[in-house]
């Protein structure tokens, strides 16, 4: 049943690409193309490592741990997966992995083939990845398997009465590497004891970003000594809330707007919400930044290192699936805002109970939060601080992780 589901879905995924759907389109193109990339990329006689990322999100966790690969264990080509397209287009031409290819689709077939072609000597999923077929071939073939950065609830399947049949995926995995000591506790209450908390290792990889944060010569000239709040990866349902506190509030702070996509439709829609004088980072040179309240962000790759001009960061994805990036935000020692959905995350959950980020339900919520830390510089100072020190205390898991795993 399993597999015959992973056969529709793949039907499904084909039948939306015809009718336009272009994350279809891409997924489709990338499963046929994959085996004839597999077959002319791959070098004879090679060592090989296996480290497959969902999608960004976990690319962004599972590339410390690559940087780390290549430059201790230079004897290894290191390939890469991703499922989702988005993931797969964004990364695939990333310098720091020899290859970069989409997971074929999981079925027993393909799950056999694909471990044969690769032939890896060690494989790491990163944080949500349980491909009952790869799981199972990867098992039979005894190759040492690890789960980096993993991050369990209790809410989760494989820790109910009838989750038996999720359970016994889990034992493919040599070792969990995880983010909690409650992730160890919920493991360990199921009979899994190769476990190790080792934290995330994002918070190697944003530590690394901000000591190698780049000056931004226009984004320094708009900001101009005002405080800056910074609305990171935001969606509609964010920028609605934000917009209307700027233009209700008028306050005397600048605003970067880094939204989550920014094709022309979407800037344009940001662009018009606005009654400040906005301006793109694309048009910046063409006015005088100190005459700007609004920055609107056309590009991709900025926004990491433009939160060390934010004096407070929203981070965007809170009123949909989940929020993006809080940890890029919090190595500057800025306190972060963000929606309701954030239970999933460890560092936000983290962060919200020691004081360094807010969850808002809504604008009244959010209004409230943004006058509180604006008002009193003692109370944005504190939740700054705090932020700052959370991250600087989680460095160290990619080194945590490869002392074991690569000594096994």
């Known amino acids: 049943m399993y597999t015959l589901s992973v056969y529709l879905f793949g039907f499904l995924v084909r039948l939306a690409g015809w009718f336009g759907n272009t994350k279809a389109k891409q997924l489709a193109r990338g499963q046929k193309n994959v085996w004839s990339q597999i077959k002319t990329k791959l070098q004879p006689g090679e060592r090989r490592i296996w480290i497959h990322c969902a999608s960004v999100g976990e690319f962004e966790q599972g ?3 690559m940087e780390e690969i290549r430059d201790k264990f230079p004897q290894y080509k290191i390939v890469v997966t991703f499922f989702s397209p988005s993931g797969y287009e964004l990364r695939k031409d990333y310098a720091g992995a020899n290859y970069v290819f989409y997971l074929p689709y999981d079925t027993r077939r393909n799950a056999k083939r694909f471990i044969w072609e690769i032939n890896p000597e060690k494989i790491y999923f990163i944080k949500y990845e349980f491909w009952r077929n790869y799981l199972h071939s990867i098992k039979q073939q005894q190759i040492s398997l690890y789960l980096v950065s993993a991050y369990f609830r209790p809410d989760q399947i494989f820790f109910k009465w009838y989750g038996g049949w999720y359970r016994k995926q889990l034992k493919a995995f040599t070792h969990f590497f995880v983010q909690n000591d409650r992730s160890r506790e919920l493991l360990t209450q199921i009979g899994i004891q190769r476990v190790t908390v080792t934290g995330d290792t994002r918070f190697d990889r944003v530590c690394r970003i901000a000591d190698q944060a780049r000056v931004i010569p226009d984004v320094e000239s708009f900001v101009n000594g005002y405080a800056c709040i910074i609305a990171g990866s935001t969606w509609p ?17 600048k605003w970067i707007f880094a939204p989550h996509e920014i094709h022309e439709n979407r800037i344009d829609r940001l662009m018009s919400s606005f009654k400040m004088n906005a301006v793109r980072y694309s048009r910046l040179s063409e006015v005088n930044p100190v005459d700007c309240q609004v920055l609107v962000i056309d590009n991709i790759g900025m926004l990491a290192s433009l939160y060390r001009y934010g004096t407070i960061a929203y981070i965007g994805g809170g009123f949909g699936d989940g929020i993006h990036n809080t940890l890029e935000a919090a190595v500057y020692g800025i306190p972060v805002l963000f929606g309701p959905a954030y239970k999933e995350f460890g560092e936000a959950v983290d962060m919200t109970e020691q004081g360094a980020a807010f969850s808002v339900k809504n604008y009244t919520e ?7 830390l604006l008002d009193h510089p003692d109370k944005l100072k504190q939740a700054g601080n705090i932020a700052g020190a959370y991250v600087a205390s989680g460095r160290g898991a990619t080194e945590k992780v490869l002392q074991e795993s690569m000594n096994e």
């Not at 964010?238 to 917009?243: A, F, G, N």
């Not at 959010?366 to 509180?372: F, G, I, K, M």
């Open 63 to 65: 590339r410390p741990l």
């Open 237 to 253: 349902a964010d920028e609605k809330l934000l917009v209307q506190y700027a233009d209700t509030k008028n306050r005397n702070v």
């Open 366 to 372: 959010l209004a409230r939060q943004l006058d509180l």
